[in-house]
């Protein structure tokens, strides 16, 4: 009887009959989602590729050095996001906070990239979400993407001030692993974009 109250009493209500964390299956449930919902948008932007009776083209306005830099922004956060990982796990909080704080940085770099992108393709170009099909399908799938970006990063200084708080530790693993998840799934959703987009002709 003791044997059951003390493994009743360390039971953790976010682990379901399955042996699987609730919070854990309910982001893969979410990113499964948001996956339909980002190929929709690609899926948008291909149908309509090359259909515009109107410019600028892509060709016209991308600028591929800006964006290159950009992906390489986001992978690189993804390397700081496992190292914040690896560091709480190791309940080296401090450092953990410093590496969600440059994750967050970077990820902060990307999204003022994509701002001057956008400004620049409607005052340097006349490209607006009315001027054409290409207009519309760009911008709705970019800034979607954007917007995602931006969510994390609000979603990262959040637990930075949670540990300079002093109210985040090794307990709390799993609460960033899910921050985790959805970082990188945003990196990923833009390589894919990255590469449908710009680099493709």
């Given at each position: 009887m003791a044997d059951h109250a003390a493994t009743h009493a360390v039971h953790d209500p976010n682990i379901g009959n399955t042996g699987l964390d609730?919070?854990?299956m309910g982001m893969w449930a979410f990113l499964g989602s948001d996956c339909m919902f980002f190929g929709s948008l690609i899926?948008?932007?291909?149908?309509?590729?090359?259909k515009s009776i109107s410019g600028p083209t892509p060709h016209e306005v991308f600028d591929i050095p800006l964006t290159s830099y950009s992906a390489a922004l986001?992978?690189?956060?993804?390397?700081?996001?496992v190292l914040a990982l690896s560091?709480?796990?190791?309940?080296r909080v401090k450092v953990a906070a410093g590496w969600l704080l440059a994750t967050a940085a970077m990820g902060l770099h990307f999204v003022l990239n994509q701002v001057y992108e956008f400004w620049t393709f409607v005052h340097h170009h006349g490209l607006t979400l009315g001027t054409s099909l290409f207009g519309s399908s760009f911008f709705v799938l970019t800034g979607f993407h954007g917007a995602h970006v931006t969510g994390g990063v609000v979603w990262l200084l959040l637990l930075v001030s949670l540990a300079?708080?002093?109210?985040?530790?090794?307990r709390d693993y799993t609460k960033v692993e899910?921050?985790?998840l959805y970082w990188h799934f945003v990196d990923i959703v833009w390589i894919a974009i990255f590469t449908i987009i710009y680099l493709i002709p």
């Open positions: 609730h919070r854990k899926g948008t932007y291909l149908a309509y590729k090359g986001l992978l690189a956060s993804s390397l700081t996001m560091a709480l796990q190791d309940n300079w708080r002093g109210l985040l530790d090794r899910i921050a985790g």
